[in-house]
């Protein structure tokens, strides 16, 4: 994914009172409910992934624009050796997750993400220090209070994950209100084409 050319699509960010701006945390827990770190099935090992859903929306004309992405290792064998490596963008467009949290923002707050995305290289990716849930909770703790999300990742030492970040987010699902949803296997929108 062209993250920088996707994110074009939200254009100058305008600021009119009809604009509803917001970035969601989606996160796919490998074992909803569970602290579990990894879910292993007949075929596949599944860690989880925490990813990330901006959007535009125009209430005079229905209008949505949405970037559904989340940040990817592009060999996770050699992730898995605890060494920094390649980082990739992805759409994350209809994705399963098992928490989201929604995170109105104000147009001067979106346009200051929208800008950091656009005039950010693609990281390099690290199991423990800067993975999907360490980036996505890295851009989003400026503008709300998140949970510590962190716990053993094998063992290559302790670092936010999609599993604990998932469960303390359902334990502290008051503080959040509706903004918070939780369930198992739900889909995320998807991403939006633009002109």
């Known amino acids: 994914m ?5 994110l074009n699509c939200f254009g100058t960010i305008p600021s009119g009172s009809n604009y509803k701006y917001s970035v969601t945390l989606y996160v796919d827990q490998p074992q ?16 989880g992934h925490t990813y990330l859903g901006l959007e535009r929306y125009d209430s005079n004309t229905g209008e949505i624009i949405r970037v559904v992405t989340g940040f990817y290792v ?25 928490v989201s949290l929604k995170v109105d923002m104000t147009a001067s ?7 950091f995305l656009k005039n950010l ?14 980036f996505a ?8 209070s998140l949970p510590a999300g962190s716990g053993w990742i094998g063992p290559l ?14 334990e502290k699902s008051s503080t959040y209100g509706n903004k918070l949803t939780t369930g198992n296997g739900l889909t995320s929108p998807s991403t939006t084409n633009c002109n």
């Open 2 to 6: 062209n993250l920088k050319q996707k």
């Open 32 to 47: 909803a409910g569970t602290r579990d770190k990894v879910k292993h099935s007949y075929s596949d090992r599944m860690p």
């Open 109 to 115: 707050q979106f346009k200051d993400v929208i800008y």
């Open 74 to 98: 592009q060999s996770e064998l050699t992730a898995m050796t605890g060494i920094y490596t390649a980082g990739a963008w992805g759409d994350d467009g209809a994705t399963e997750y098992d």
């Open 137 to 144: 909770y890295s851009l989003l703790s400026p503008y709300i």
């Open 157 to 170: 030492g302790q670092g936010k994950n999609p599993a604990d970040l998932g469960q303390d987010l359902r």
């Open 121 to 134: 290289d693609t990281p390099a990716y690290n199991l423990v220090d800067n993975n999907c849930t360490t």
